[in-house]
């Protein structure tokens, strides 16, 4: 059974810094693109980050330079490390595992983390 496990989310000051983990089982996630996307309260999807089977990192320009996605394969998981966080980067944080073949297809979800960010 395919699953992805999210960890780490929380409440966090301006500034701080949290690190999500996605956790999967049922599949080899190293084959595969992955995804963070996101959902502040009342508000649409958000893409956040994707990173793909080779490596090669994308991200939202309302993350650039502040978030880093990267995976470790012995550990079958996928992370985003979040630095500088602001209060506009509260919400819900999904990691996903895409199509193979049709990235814009989002097959495979984690649970969700709500990540706050507030004084």
């Known amino acids: 059974e395919v699953q992805l496990v999210e960890s780490g989310g929380g409440l966090v000051q301006p500034g701080g810094s949290l690190r999500l983990s996605c956790t999967a089982s049922g599949f080899d996630f190293s084959r595969y693109y992955g995804y963070w996307v996101r959902q502040p309260q009342g508000k649409g999807l958000e893409w956040v980050s994707s990173?793909?089977?080779?490596?090669?990192?994308v991200y939202a320009d309302s993350v650039q330079g502040r978030f880093v996605i990267s995976r470790d394969n012995a550990k079958n998981a996928v992370y985003l490390q979040m630095d500088s966080l602001k209060p506009e980067d509260t919400a819900v944080y999904y990691c996903?595992?895409?199509?193979?073949?049709?990235?814009?297809?989002?097959?495979?979800w984690g649970q969700g983390l709500l990540v706050t960010v507030s004084s």
């Open positions: 990173l793909n089977n080779g490596g090669a990192t």
């Open positions: 996903v595992r895409p199509h193979y073949n049709f990235g814009d297809s989002f097959e495979y």
